[in-house]
């Protein structure tokens, strides 16, 4: 590809007088800007025909100048990113789709269809869904597909591991420095209303694992994006009946948003359902 300045120079080669006006050589250097081609989508899998995978579109602003712009590709390429920190790779993200979840019992059949027909609500309705049961039975797999899904259709998620983050949360809250405060209110509220929130290992935690800060910190999570009809997807290994035994108005919620529990699926304890020890 030619260089702005050749690029430039061989137009002003076909003008009268050998030279481009100062609004012609802004045109053209937006236009070489918006042609140019990026290399985001050998990170991140997402390929963008808007921005040609360089993550900004150009333009012209009030004075004249070239500006940039975020391309709309770029929520899709934080929350990619955002998940490959939390130890979801690039490599999981392409195993985990609907077409590579395997179907060998009737079991998996059935939960995929449902997760299938929950799709299908998301254009009209912005349903729950919860999937539990036992390690290794495809909770994330089928979560991540949905989630996927949601995200590459342009809406704005976050993954949430809840054994990872949510000790870091409660750690913020805690501590007695300002600074520390505003970065839990700011992630609180970011957990709150973003378009889409992906809750992995709901309630799993290491230590205490249903104590009374998690609960709080698990409350103002729900309810806030139950007031405000936000999309949520939940991977738990405790059933829905195991929640509502400790917090009944958390589990009450996530019933209701989803759809009276039509799309919360339980998948069991057997141990024959976990493919990693098979």
Not at 31 to 52: P, R, S, T, V
Not at 169 to 195: C, G, H, M, P, W
Not at 204 to 209: A, G, Y
């Amino acid at each position: 590809m030619k260089s702005l300045n050749e690029t430039i120079l061989a137009e002003s080669e076909n003008t009268t007088n050998g030279k481009v006006s100062k609004k012609e050589y802004t045109e053209m250097q937006c236009q070489w800007e918006n042609e140019n081609i990026g290399y985001l989508n050998e990170a991140d899998g997402i390929n963008c025909d808007l921005c040609k995978n360089k993550g900004l579109i150009y333009f012209i602003d009030e004075k004249d100048t070239v500006v940039a712009k975020d391309c709309e590709c770029m929520n899709q390429r934080r929350t990619i990113q955002r998940l490959k920190n939390c130890g979801i790779t690039k490599e999981m993200l392409e195993h985990y789709t609907f077409k590579n979840f395997t179907t060998e019992n009737e079991w998996q059949k059935n939960i995929k269809q449902y997760v299938l027909d929950y799709c299908k609500t998301l254009t009209e309705k912005n349903n729950w869904m919860m999937i539990s049961g036992v390690s290794g039975c495809g909770k994330t797999h089928l979560c991540t597909a949905v989630f996927q899904r949601l995200i590459k259709s342009n809406r704005k998620g976050e993954y949430l591991l809840w054994n990872e983050e949510v000790p870091k949360i409660l750690a913020l809250e805690k501590s007695t420095y300002e600074d520390n405060q505003i970065k839990y209110e700011k992630r609180l509220k970011f957990l709150q209303d973003v378009d889409v929130l992906y809750i992995d290992d709901f309630f799993k935690l290491t230590q205490s694992k249903w104590n009374e800060d998690s609960i709080s910190l698990a409350y103002k999570i729900i309810n806030s994006r139950y007031n405000n009809n936000k999309i949520t997807i939940i991977s738990s290994e405790y059933s829905i009946n195991h929640i509502k035994s400790k917090d009944t108005a958390i589990a009450g919620r996530i019933v209701e948003k989803s759809e009276n529990g039509r799309f919360i699926f339980d998948c069991g304890n057997e141990q024959e359902k976990n493919w990693r020890i098979k």
